[in-house]
Nanobody
Framework: QVQLVESGGGSVQVGDSLTISCEVSGRTFTDLAMGWFRQAPGKGREFVAVTGWYDFSIYYSDSVKGRFSISRDYDNNMVYLKMISLEPEDTAVYYC???????????????????WGQGTQVTVSS
């Protein structure tokens, strides 16, 4: 069983930077594709970023490309999402997700992920 715990959310101003983290336990870290999704009030869960098995593939949504970056700390089983130039549209609950699929062309679909964290709130105000 995989457990995911997010942390690092908070309230920031437009243009600020913030890094949120996900601690992973219960499975060999390199055998998991790790993704970030977000959900704003009244909206569906939106794909943000993913790093595949062994970091062979990294993808970002168009809305965050160039502003967000996903990375892993293999020594500590941590996944990070570094966010810069934050906008009000980035306000959402951010969820860490893990998939045991070796390669999934539908990495952007929430239902393709086996495990989820509890979420961490990011609020961007002007």
């Amino acid at each position: 069983q995989v457990q995911l715990v997010e942390s690092g959310g908070g309230s920031v101003q437009v243009g600020d930077s913030l890094t949120i983290s996900c601690e992973v336990s219960g499975r060999t870290f390199t055998d998991l594709a790790m993704g970030w999704f977000r959900q704003a009030p009244g909206k569906g869960r939106e794909f943000v970023a993913v790093t595949g098995w062994y970091d062979f593939s990294i993808y970002y949504s168009d809305s965050v490309k160039g502003r967000f970056s996903i990375s892993r700390d293999y020594d500590n089983n941590m996944v990070y999402l570094k966010m810069i130039s934050l906008e009000p549209e980035d306000t959402a609950v951010y969820y860490c997700a893990a998939s045991t699929t070796r390669y999934d062309p539908r990495y952007y679909v929430p239902d393709q992920y086996n495990y989820w964290g509890q979420g961490t709130q990011v609020t961007v105000s002007s």
